[in-house]
């Protein structure tokens, strides 16, 4: 923007009081002041150029022959009332007055400052009545030869920002379990400071143009900012000579302290006909040329790195176990300034132990068996003509002593292999508490046993200690593990754990059973003697230790004279055996045959023969099991739920029942054969036959040694042996058997 210099300073001192109705350089209107005669520019101090255009219109463009300025006229409808405007070549023209010539005055307009553009001048209204305007005569145009003066300001200056870091891990400790995992939230935060602006320089240039047809002399340029005086680069020594149409440059370059809105004030000043003039340009700061660290990088030993634009914070989280004790730090670091902080966390790691002790304790059970023999007298009949004495010759009124042994022996077998013992849990985590899954024990062979614990608290820097007991199968060597599982958790970076995962700790102990039984059962038994079904007498007691052991007994037997002649008896002596803790029995039997002659009366067969001569074989069938109604040797046996041919293979393993039922079913057999039953066998037959109607197996086997009824089958089965062995004095003889006959 060019200001000219202003027209003020030619006026006269009562011109100077008029109003100020306008900004210079824009159209506008101002009061006239009517001047007396015929006014010139040079008579009222209005500009040192000035040229006349006659009226009455003066519409149109006017041009100043000497320097080429040019004044365009309109008027408003009437020739007396104008506007204007005024240049010089492309650039407007600041005019000091203009004069309005009519009647015997003139309006004069002042400018100040001088304006380019004007509106509303009209003639004086003193040529007639009714304020009449008076015919315009002539214009007259007034303005000063000055130098156009422009200058620019560029402005530029650089900023910088500052960052400072901050990194922080949460939580900055971590105790762990062997197979614990926890999180640890990782925060970097980057402040960056406000904008620091330096370097603030204004420079640019100061243009003076000299439009006039004559020489301006530039006696100096004055430059100017903030009251300081800024050094101008013009090429040229002062005073200096600006040619008509010339224009002379200078630059500039300052700094200034801050980036606050000014004014730079160029002021040219001239000396002759071409005066000087003033220039301004408003020092604005924009954006900064340069930025230093407008944004930085961010680089984190745990791998990762960020932007940041701004101030701003990231965080991130990383998984922990007990591979990383004794801890981790991290570094995060401003790639562009290396400014850099760190974060640690420490990392400690504990674990459990399982001790644990085992103690055995068995039990050892004494099984007694009991071996009866007849020793005395010596036998002397022989009553089935094998030439081998098998029976005692007596006489009617005859007493004997009859003499036998019984011996006890003892076999001793293991049970209730138990192993029992603790189960120490030790924690050396000095804060933590250990949560414990469950706690459990196993015997190799034998499985799990049971385990009882207090809780499955293991509590900080102490111990569990939990008790277990079970048993073994047998006695041998064997090892005992206890294990304790661990509930392991993982922690968020908040703290809060969450159960995941488990971690098992074992110990373990060697199991045996050398030492000797914690407990014996039956270690001794009481031995009695029951002679000739006469009520048993009590022997002594044999133990463990002092076997095998042997009694004596004798019992007193007299062939009463109302006994019948040719008769056999068979005596018969039990032994028993009662165990002293469980009262379980033994037993053994011996039979000595008793007659008064040789007797001969058909013959018999044993068990033995039977046996093997059914449908079944392997020996010929005999045709007397087809007398065994109503199916042969398939015929059920009463109430055993066996058939006749199994019953009779069916050994007696201390069961009575089955002694007394192989003796029946010989008999009967034997009977079926034809052979002469006597009374008293027939009797026995016909006693046990209801004893079998009425009783199972079960029932029979069931039964005290002592008991009646076993008393009475063990009698009915020797009777039945002995005559089914051809020993009955009243009965037939045995017969020859083949060697296929068992017993």
């Given at each position: 923007m060019r200001t000219h210099r202003s027209a003020g300073a030619l006026c006269p001192g009562w011109l100077l009081a008029l109003p100020l109705l306008s900004i210079s350089g824009l159209a506008y209107a101002v009061d006239p002041v009517f001047v007396p005669g015929n006014p010139t520019c040079a008579n009222i101090s209005a500009g040192s150029v000035g040229f006349s255009i006659p009226g009455p219109d003066t519409a149109g463009v006017h041009t100043n022959p000497v320097d080429g300025a040019t004044i365009t006229i309109t008027n408003n409808g009437d020739p007396r009332n104008i506007s204007w405007s005024a240049a010089i070549g492309s650039e407007p023209l600041g005019l000091d007055a203009i004069i309005v010539k009519a009647g015997n005055g003139a309006n004069v307009y002042f400018y100040n400052p001088e304006a380019t553009s004007g509106a509303n001048l009209v003639t004086p209204s003193i040529c007639g009545q009714n304020n009449n305007w008076c015919a315009l005569s002539h214009l007259v145009i007034c303005y000063d030869y000055e130098v156009y003066a422009s200058k620019t300001a560029q402005t530029t200056y650089d900023r910088r920002f500052e960052w400072s870091i901050d990194k922080s891990a949460t939580p900055s400790s971590l105790n762990f379990f062997v197979g614990d995992t926890g999180e640890v939230g990782y925060s970097v935060s980057v402040q960056k400071s406000a904008p620091i602006d330096f370097g603030f320089t204004v420079s640019g240039d100061v243009t003076v143009y000299n439009p006039w047809p004559v020489s301006a002399t530039i006696s100096n340029i004055n430059d100017a900012m903030d009251g300081d005086f800024v050094a101008l680069e013009c090429g040229v020594s002062f005073p200096y000579a600006l040619g008509a149409g010339s224009s002379l440059t200078c630059t500039y370059s300052t700094t200034v302290e801050d980036k606050s809105q000014r004014t730079n004030i160029a002021t040219v000043i001239a000396s002759g006909q071409v005066g000087g003039a003033e220039a301004t340009a408003d020092v604005i700061f924009g954006e900064p040329a340069n930025v230093e660290l407008d944004s930085v990088n961010v680089s984190d030993t745990n791998g990762m790195s960020w932007f940041f634009g701004n101030s701003g914070q990231v965080q991130y989280t990383r998984l922990f176990d007990c591979a990383d004790v004794p801890g981790h730090d991290n570094t995060a670091t401003i790639t562009e300034t290396g400014a850099s902080d760190s974060a640690g966390v420490g990392i400690a790691c504990y674990t459990l132990s399982v001790g644990k002790s085992a103690t055995t304790g068995w039990r050892r059970t004494w099984n007694w068996d009991l071996a009866k023999a007849y020793i005395s007298p010596a036998l002397n009949a022989d009553t089935n003509n094998d030439q081998i004495p098998d029976a005692l010759l007596v006489a009617s009124g005859q007493t004997v002593m009859l003499g036998y042994t019984v011996t006890a022996n003892a076999t001793s077998s293991g049970s209730d292999y138990e192993v029992s013992g603790i189960i120490t849990v030790s924690n050396n985590n000095p804060v933590r508490q250990a949560d414990l899954i469950n706690v459990t024990d196993t015997l190799s062979g034998a499985g799990s046993l049971a385990v009882n614990c207090p809780s499955l608290v293991v509590p900080a820097g102490g111990s569990l200690?939990?008790?277990?007991?079970?048993?073994?199968?047998?006695?041998?060597?064997?090892?005992?593990?206890?294990?304790?599982?661990?509930?392991?958790?993982?922690?968020?970076?908040?703290?809060?754990?969450?159960?995941?995962?488990?971690?098992?700790?074992?110990?373990?102990?060697?199991?045996?059973?050398?030492?000797?039984?914690?407990?014996?059962?039956?270690?001794?038994?009481?031995?009695?003697?029951?002679?000739?079904?006469?009520?048993?007498?009590?022997?002594?007691?044999?133990?463990?230790?002092?076997?095998?052991?042997?009694?004596?007994?004798?019992?007193?037997?007299?062939?009463?004279?109302?006994?019948?002649?040719?008769?056999?008896?068979?005596?018969?002596?039990?032994?028993?055996?009662?165990?002293?803790?469980?009262?379980?029995?033994?037993?053994?039997?011996?039979?000595?045959?008793?007659?008064?002659?040789?007797?001969?009366?058909?013959?018999?067969?044993?068990?033995?023969?039977?046996?093997?001569?059914?449908?079944?074989?392997?020996?010929?069938?005999?045709?007397?099991?087809?007398?065994?109604?109503?199916?042969?040797?398939?015929?059920?046996?009463?109430?055993?739920?066996?058939?006749?041919?199994?019953?009779?293979?069916?050994?007696?393993?201390?069961?009575?029942?089955?002694?007394?039922?192989?003796?029946?079913?010989?008999?009967?057999?034997?009977?079926?054969?034809?052979?002469?039953?006597?009374?008293?066998?027939?009797?026995?037959?016909?006693?046990?036959?209801?004893?079998?109607?009425?009783?199972?197996?079960?029932?029979?086997?069931?039964?005290?040694?002592?008991?009646?009824?076993?008393?009475?089958?063990?009698?009915?089965?020797?009777?039945?042996?002995?005559?089914?062995?051809?020993?009955?004095?009243?009965?037939?003889?045995?017969?020859?058997?083949?060697?296929?006959?068992?017993?």
């Open positions: 200690v939990c008790t277990y007991s079970g048993f073994a199968p047998d006695a041998s060597e064997r090892t005992n593990v206890g294990q304790a599982l661990q509930q392991n958790v993982h922690f968020a970076a908040n703290g809060a754990g969450t159960a995941e995962g488990s971690t098992a700790y074992s110990g373990t102990a060697a199991v045996s059973f050398s030492a000797n039984p914690s407990t014996e059962t039956d270690e001794c038994v009481s031995v009695s003697d029951g002679f000739n079904g006469q009520l048993p007498v009590t022997l002594g007691q044999a133990c463990a230790g002092q076997l095998p052991r042997t009694f004596t007994f004798s019992g007193a037997f007299t062939y009463e004279v109302s006994m019948p002649l040719c008769t056999t008896f068979g005596v018969r002596n039990d032994a028993f055996g009662a165990a002293n803790d469980s009262g379980r029995t033994a037993g053994a039997d011996a039979t000595v045959v008793i007659t008064n002659r040789d007797c001969t009366s058909g013959c018999t067969l044993t068990p033995g023969y039977w046996k093997t001569h059914s449908n079944y074989g392997p020996a010929p069938y005999d045709p007397a099991w087809a007398l065994v109604l109503p199916g042969g040797a398939n015929t059920t046996f009463f109430l055993s739920g066996k058939s006749w041919y199994q019953t009779l293979w069916t050994a007696p393993a201390g069961n009575v029942y089955w002694t007394l039922s192989r003796a029946y079913i010989a008999a009967a057999l034997n009977q079926h054969n034809g052979a002469t039953v006597p009374t008293g066998v027939q009797a026995a037959l016909d006693q046990a036959s209801a004893i079998f109607a009425a009783n199972t197996p079960a029932q029979i086997g069931t039964l005290k040694g002592n008991a009646p009824l076993r008393s009475t089958i063990i009698n009915l089965a020797a009777t039945l042996d002995m005559y089914n062995n051809g020993l009955n004095p009243d009965g037939p003889a045995h017969c020859t058997e083949d060697s296929t006959s068992g017993n």
